[in-house]
């Protein structure tokens, strides 16, 4: 039953999201001056997507670790600081990064994916 509450808040989240995006919707913005070419955008389509699994494991690594020990131990705290950043952070940004450039593409396709993969590492 503690899922229920998850779901209905997420479930408004997004609800309340998709309102602001069509009730202010503007005309189509125009396609860059540079848009970022195919084949790299075809890349940077792939950048997120695999931060995303690097940022899953390093959730689950962490997860396994403190399952068995409870709470991280005084020497392992500054490890698990930067292994928070370097595991979760980083490739957070990363992510952003890449899927900017593949909305920025010039083919419709990669430039709507594009701004899915932005939309889904905004939430």
Same mark, same amino acid.
């Given at each position: 039953?503690? /899922?229920l509450p998850v779901v209905t808040v997420s479930a408004l989240l997004l609800a309340a999201l998709l309102i602001a995006i069509f009730k202010g919707s503007r005309p189509p913005q125009p396609v860059p001056s540079n848009p970022t070419a195919p084949k790299r955008a075809k890349f940077a389509a792939l950048v997120p997507v695999v931060c995303? +699994?690097?940022s899953y494991t390093t959730f689950k690594l962490l997860d396994l670790y403190l399952t068995v020990h409870l709470a991280p131990s005084k020497p392992f705290a500054i490890p698990m600081r930067v292994g928070w950043f +370097?595991? +979760? /952070?980083?490739?957070?940004? +990363?992510?952003?990064?890449f899927a900017y450039m593949t909305a920025r593409a010039a083919n419709k396709v990669l430039r709507a994916i594009g701004a899915l993969e932005v939309v889904i590492c905004l939430l």
């Open positions: 039953m503690n /899922i995303a +699994v690097f +370097v595991g +979760v /952070i980083a490739p957070w940004f +990363v992510g952003v990064y």
